[in-house]
């Protein structure tokens, strides 16, 4: 038989499956080592393995500690506290919204920001 992406000749015990295709072994470590980005498995495993290595930095961790403590708190509050610029707080906060450990709300017209699980602040 014949390698379905290259056309070289080989041994139908040879023939490697991949992706629906009977291919050669170089053609099949070819596609081995280079899974498409658009397959959803490969997408899948790639964010499995960046959410586990997301991991909150000393800022953010102090940040969370503060609102602990402090309850919901003013952002600029927050960031003068925190002996940190708005540009250096916005960036620290980011991911922690993303992350879902803390989010913005308003409370009295006045935005606070407040760890996730707090709920109603
Ligand atoms: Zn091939």
Not at 36 to 41: A, E, F, N, Q, V
Request: glycine share 4%.
């Amino acid at each position: 038989m014949k390698c379905e992406l290259c056309g070289a000749e080989i041994n139908e015990d040879e023939a490697k499956q991949i992706q629906g295709q009977k291919v050669c072994e170089d053609c099949y470590i070819d596609l081995a080592a280079k899974p498409k980005t658009c397959d959803p498995w490969a997408v899948y495993s790639a964010q499995n393995l960046s959410s586990s290595n997301i991991t909150v930095n000393e800022s953010q961790a102090r940040i969370m500690a503060y609102l602990e403590k402090n309850g919901p708190t003013p952002p600029e509050k927050l960031a003068e506290d925190m002996d940190m610029s708005m540009d250096d707080f916005e960036r620290e906060m980011a991911p922690l919204r993303h992350m879902e450990k803390v989010r913005a709300q308003l409370q009295d017209g006045r935005k606070v920001i407040c760890l996730w699980q707090q709920g109603q602040c």
